[in-house]
């Protein structure tokens, strides 16, 4: 089966990098893709485009050597179970609160005996080989996102969950619950804090972590904690950093 580049660069004992995509683009997607970063999520929760857009923007980022994933809407097994047919490699579950939760994401990531997950690769078989099904159980990655008061709350039962591989950190969601300003670095204290709660307590559960950042500047810090991959701004936030890079070197200052 195709390897999963985030877990080569994880047995390398370095941390992946990951780009996030919520313009529903199959060429954006295929950029990413071909800049060298390690995986391409496609954001189905907040992107602007649907299902059908999303299994074209997979399909450009298999083309290339990052690996793919999806951020689902929600806790939907129906649809975890099609963006694993289509061919992502690693599933990023919003607003996961309990250990239940974390339970159902992890059966529709898996076959039986393991888990729920129904037959149909289609795009898995594709992207994955001929011996998908003997190894995606073992290839795909269940990430379970904490950003949440009571995901937050509940963190050491989520972390305990069997088979799950990884928490997904949501700093602008958990932020908000908090009552502190939306993350931006350096993060406010009570944020700082959790996200170092959270990833010692998966750590220390054998589990892996990502998180979302704002800059570069976060995820160098996030790297220096220990955190196993990173995401930094998504596409529409780097064409806006870009943009405005580019406008205030070019632009004459005013009289």
Request: with cysteine; net charge negative.
């Amino acid at each position: 089966m195709r390897a999963n580049t985030i877990r080569e660069r994880w047995t390398d004992r370095r941390p992946a990098t990951n780009a996030w995509c919520s313009i529903g683009s199959p060429y954006s997607a295929e950029i990413l893709a071909a800049s060298g970063y390690d995986a391409v999520t496609v954001d189905l929760q907040h992107g602007m485009f649907g299902v059908d857009a999303a299994i074209t923007m997979l399909q450009a980022i298999s083309a290339q050597a990052a690996t793919p994933m999806v951020r689902v809407p929600s806790l939907d097994g129906a649809m975890i179970m099609k963006m694993l047919d289509a061919g992502a490699y690693g599933v990023i579950c919003p607003m996961i609160e309990t250990a239940e939760q974390a339970s159902e994401l992890v059966a529709a990531c898996r076959y039986p005996p393991r888990g729920i997950r129904s037959y149909g690769p289609s795009r898995g078989l594709l992207h994955g080989g001929a011996d998908y099904v003997d190894h995606a159980d073992d290839t795909v990655i269940a990430w379970a996102m904490i950003e949440t008061r009571a995901g937050l709350a509940n963190v050491e039962a989520i972390c305990a969950t069997p088979d799950l591989d990884a928490i997904y950190i949501g700093p602008s969601d958990l932020a908000s619950d908090l009552g502190v300003p939306i993350a931006t670095h350096p993060l406010p204290r009570a944020l700082d804090d959790a996200v170092d709660h959270i990833i010692a307590t998966a750590h220390r559960a054998g589990l892996r972590v990502g998180i979302f950042c704002t800059d570069e500047d976060m995820a160098i810090d996030m790297i220096s904690r220990g955190v196993d991959l990173v995401t930094v701004r998504n596409d529409a936030g780097l064409l806006r950093h870009a943009t405005a890079e580019i406008l205030q070197r070019i632009t004459p200052p005013q009289p």
